[in-house]
């Protein structure tokens, strides 16, 4: 839709991107009754589409996403690196699939649709302002240079990255990384080489500071991309050199490049920056929720969504200061774990460029193949179980301690008892 937004004196709230927080959150508001007015930049989801997107099963299951939105399933790890080195694990049963990113923000815009809200495509939030009154007024423009000044009880920043009305925090400065992701066509029988798992490539042989992925999506379809966290001491290659590298040594060059997208991730590391100023309040990325050390934000997203609605309308019911404790709530749902992942990534990704690094890395992975199931790689990466198997590792990523036990290149259904 990118006609003017319709008139209306006072919306309860406008909400800036139509990504999976932003539309989440319109969802729950319009359901209880609130007068949503949903704006996204983009004139359609399929445009600029980057997200690896994989979750675990237990993300599919807790916001029961739709068939529609799953392009595969997967149930091994694969790791290349450093250098040569190959390890996989296997279980026996899927443990989480890949998303369709582009089909998954449809499904939640219409989910807000279906309950109310009123979505603008192709219009941008320029500014917003807090009047005297306690309103907020915004500035949108949308095709052609349109205007339109819109007044609303809050304002949701959930422009992701881009922090469009929230700004960079004062005081607490931003880690940043970039990636680039291209889906290419190949053939079945090649694809089937990556069908069934998420495969990383690890090391600075591979990806200097950062790492690449292979994901396989519908039969015949490959993400293929790389990121890095950006390191202002050091010279880095080109993100697109570091591609096509990465294609040539997987044995994909030459395939038909179907589509190319890119992206940032910043965040800050202590994750202390206000949440609310005025009726302006921050959600997902823009109050940094991205998981610097997986490059993951779509489970984040949707889980300070689900923190801040509740919060928001009992602020719209003027039930006391409930955005007041929205800061806390979202550290102690995403939890500890969750805080020590951005310092860890820091840590790991910016040290990530060398030989000794590399020989850490494979210590570390050497010794997570001894010892853990792909279950546990399951825990560990998406739930950040690091007092289980993260504690243990950590002085191998620090270079405090060697492990130095190996086992065959495939462990299946091992337990992690």
């Given at each position: 839709?990118?006609e003017a937004?319709?008139d209306?004196r006072?919306?309860?709230v406008?909400i800036?991107?139509?990504?999976p927080?932003?539309?989440?959150l319109?969802?729950?508001l319009s359901a ?5 007015l949903?704006v996204?930049a983009?004139?359609?989801?399929s445009?600029n589409?980057?997200?690896?997107a994989a979750?675990?099963l ?14 595969s399933?997967?149930?091994q790890?694969?790791?290349?690196g450093p250098?040569e080195s190959?390890?996989c694990?296997?279980a026996?049963a899927?443990l989480?699939?890949?998303?369709d ?6 499904w939640?815009a219409?989910?807000?649709?279906a309950s109310g809200t ?12 807090t009047l005297?009154s306690?309103?907020?007024q915004t500035?949108?423009?949308?095709p052609?240079?349109r205007e339109?000044?819109i007044?609303s009880r809050f ?7 881009k ?6 925090p ?15 066509q190949v053939p079945?029988?090649?694809?089937q080489?990556?069908?069934?798992r998420l495969?990383f490539?690890?090391?600075s042989r591979?990806?200097?500071q950062?790492?690449?992925w ?8 490959l993400k293929v991309?790389?990121?890095r966290l950006?390191?202002?001491g ?6 697109h050199q570091?591609?096509?590298?990465l294609l040539?040594?997987?044995g994909?060059t030459g ?5 190319r997208h890119?992206g940032?991730i910043r ?11 005025g009726a ?8 940094s ?6 490059g993951e934000?779509?489970?984040?997203a949707?889980?300070?969504a689900?923190?801040?609605a ?7 019911a ?6 007041a404790s929205?800061?806390?709530r ?13 310092r860890l990534a ?7 460029s060398?030989?000794p690094?590399?020989?850490r890395?494979?210590?570390?992975l050497?010794?997570l ?6 279950e546990a ?9 690091f007092?289980?198997y993260g504690?243990r ?5 620090l ?16 337990s992690?008892?």
């Open positions: 839709m990118s937004p319709r209306q006072t919306w309860d406008l800036a991107g139509a990504g927080s932003g539309s989440r319109a969802q729950q209880a009754g609130a007068t949503v949903l996204e983009l004139e359609d989801f445009k589409a980057f997200s690896s979750l675990p237990s993300a599919v299951e807790r916001w029961q996403l739709p068939e529609s939105v799953i392009a399933r997967w149930d790890w694969q790791l290349f250098g190959r390890r694990w296997a026996d899927p989480g699939v890949v998303l990113f582009a089909a998954l923000r449809r939640l219409d989910q807000a649709l009123q979505l603008q495509l192709g219009w941008r939030v320029c500014a917003t302002e005297s306690g309103l907020a500035q949108l423009r949308g052609g240079g339109a000044v007044t304002v949701v920043d959930a422009t992701g990255e922090r469009v009305l929230m700004g960079e004062r005081h607490h400065p931003l880690v940043s990384g970039s990636g680039v992701e291209w889906v290419l079945v029988e090649r694809w080489d990556w069908a069934g495969s490539m690890l090391g591979w990806v200097p950062g790492y690449g292979v994901f396989p999506m519908e039969p015949g379809r991309g790389v990121c950006h390191d202002s050091r010279s880095q290659p080109p993100l570091l591609q096509l590298q040539d040594r997987l994909l395939d038909t490049v179907v589509d890119g940032l965040s800050t590391i202590r994750r202390r920056e206000a949440h609310q100023r302006l309040v921050g959600l997902g990325d823009a109050v929720t991205g998981n610097l050390l997986g934000g779509i489970r984040h949707l889980t300070s689900d923190v801040l509740p919060l928001l309308l009992g602020a719209l003027g039930r006391g200061r409930p955005l929205y800061p806390n979202l550290r102690q749902k995403l939890g500890w774990r969750w805080s020590l992942s951005g820091q840590r790991t990704w910016l040290g990530l060398g030989e690094a590399d020989r890395l494979e210590r570390l050497e010794g193949q001894t010892t853990a199931s792909a790689l399951s825990r560990l990466l998406f739930d950040y179980r007092e289980r504690v590792a950590l002085p191998y990523l270079g405090w301690a060697s492990m130095a036990t190996k086992k065959p290149p495939c462990r299946r259904g091992a992690d008892d």
